[in-house]
């Protein structure tokens, strides 16, 4: 088969291997889409620990079962279209035996310690049919929008931290695929006030135009903190996801939520960036809360799919690029000078 191989930092070739071999309790499947993520990226560019050279990465996956393994239980069959979460619980340790698999110990993951998306076959190995996010889609779902159940799940997952309810207001800031994806559950689950902030004025007309929000702050020429505190009218918002990598906004962030109300870092910070500094009073006071969100579970990761096939959700207005196995490099590139929203590659 044909598969992008990552052999090092900025190094990624398209090889031709060996199809992987189903052994018991393992299912084959063709890849028919991959999402390109940020994580992908930060991979690419600077590595990360739980990937060891040579590597297939790629975690936002939808394909079709061709091969089962001996002892596959008779739910899974040949011909069945899945879409295929991040996250793998081990299933042994107390976080995945609560129902916490996202923080699970050992960190299993997708295009990370088990090969990912970025070829023409993937190999769902026996943890990962055992425990991981495996969710049969319909065979009419388009396949590049099933990838995007991937990120949708980490966007539950990130409203399930701040006990989202009926009428609460939120600010997002960052207007990417997961500033719109967070803005539309946002209005599925019933916010009174969605508000989006970016410094980049393409990606927040695109969010503007896709997402619908109440209100829009483009803070490359407005203050963020005095324009969120004018529109809630000095009150604050209820909830605030900051859904870009900046401890600036981190930091404002914590100025802006409102009493009682929750700022969740959905975007974690590279390892290189300076710590924040916040003003404690100002959580103290406010007896307000700060949560971080990371990954999904197998549950929140169904959740995302049944969202998306009872098209309470619309992703589709996201996908603006596809490319290629062969044009794989190209759509790194893409996805690396935030050309576009979601980049899909199509093995």
Not at 240 to 252: D, K, N, R, V
Not at 273 to 280: D, E, G
Not at 302 to 325: C, D, G, Q, Y
Request: glycine share 8%; net charge positive; proline share 4%.
């Amino acid at each position: 088969m044909q598969a992008a191989i990552l052999t090092g930092t900025n190094k990624l070739e398209l090889k031709k291997i060996d199809k992987p071999k189903v052994q018991p309790g393992s299912i084959l499947i063709k890849i028919l889409s991959c999402g390109v993520c940020g994580s992908d990226i930060r991979i690419f560019k600077s590595g990360n620990n739980r990937v060891k050279y040579p590597a297939i990465i790629g975690h936002e996956i939808a394909g079709e079962i061709v091969e089962i393994g001996k002892g596959v239980h008779a739910f899974w069959q040949i011909g069945d279209k899945v879409a295929i979460g991040a996250d793998v619980p081990c299933g042994s340790c107390n976080w995945c035996q609560n129902g916490i698999a996202n923080c699970c110990d050992k960190n299993y993951a997708m295009g990370y310690q088990f090969s990912g998306g970025y070829a023409e076959y993937c190999l769902l190995e026996p943890m990962v049919v055992k425990y991981g996010p495996i969710t049969k889609i319909s065979s009419d779902l388009d396949p590049d929008i099933a990838t995007m159940s991937e990120p949708l799940a980490c966007s539950i997952n990130a409203f399930e931290r701040v006990y989202f309810s009926l009428g609460k207001s939120v600010l997002i800031i960052g207007s990417g695929p997961i500033g719109i994806m967070l803005a539309l559950l946002a209005k599925t689950i019933g916010a009174s006030l969605i508000t989006i902030a970016d410094i980049d004025k393409e990606r927040l007309a695109s969010a503007g135009t896709i997402a619908e929000p109440d209100q829009i702050i483009n803070s490359s020429n407005e203050d963020l903190v005095k324009s969120g505190l004018k529109i809630t009218k000095n009150q604050g918002f209820d909830a605030i996801f900051t859904a870009c990598q900046s401890p600036e906004i981190q930091e404002q962030a914590m100025q802006l939520v409102a009493k009682r109300g929750f700022v969740n870092l959905f975007a974690g910070l590279p390892k290189t960036t300076r710590a924040i500094s916040i003003s404690s009073n100002n959580i103290h006071y406010k007896e307000a809360y700060i949560t971080g969100s990371h990954g999904s579970t197998p549950r929140q990761h169904k959740t995302a799919v049944e969202l998306i096939e009872s098209k309470r959700i619309n992703l589709a207005p996201l996908i603006t690029h596809k490319f290629s196995l062969k044009e794989i490099n190209k759509a790194f590139e893409t996805a690396s000078k935030k050309i576009g929203l979601r980049i899909i590659v199509k093995p």
